[in-house]
Nanobody, 125 residues
């Protein structure tokens, strides 16, 4: 079955950095666009960033542009999210996801079929 396993979350001070990873199994990784989502208590789930199956096209929500970088290593079946200049408002559970949608802007609206279990990111002020 399809499995997505996130890692790399943790507690960091504002201005710090974290790198999230998501290892995928059970599907042909380089055939699928991928995305990172986050869900904070009291807020709606948000599409943070998505990347095409080639890695050539990326999408970022406005609040993370210039601070976060999404990438993928198709040889390792792994998706990454480099998060720099972290802010307290970035605190959330972060999930990687994928699905049958190729258009990454559409995927980042939540049109996915498979989710990971999530990794917690907490940014202290």
């Amino acid at each position: 079955q399809v499995q997505l396993v996130e890692s790399g979350g943790g507690l960091v001070q504002a201005g710090g950095s974290l790198r999230l990873s998501c290892t995928v199994s059970g599907l042909t990784f380089d055939n699928y666009a991928m995305g990172w989502f986050r869900h904070a208590p009291g807020k709606e789930r948000e599409g943070v960033s998505c990347i095409s199956w080639t890695g050539y096209s990326t999408y970022y929500t406005d609040s993370v542009k210039g601070r976060f970088t999404i990438s993928r290593d198709n040889a390792k079946n792994t998706l990454y999210l480099q998060m720099n200049s972290l802010k307290p408002e970035d605190t959330a559970m972060y999930y990687c996801a994928t699905g049958y949608i190729a258009a990454i802007s559409n995927m980042c609206k939540g049109n996915v079929n498979y989710w990971g279990q999530g990794t917690q990111v907490t940014v202290s002020s």
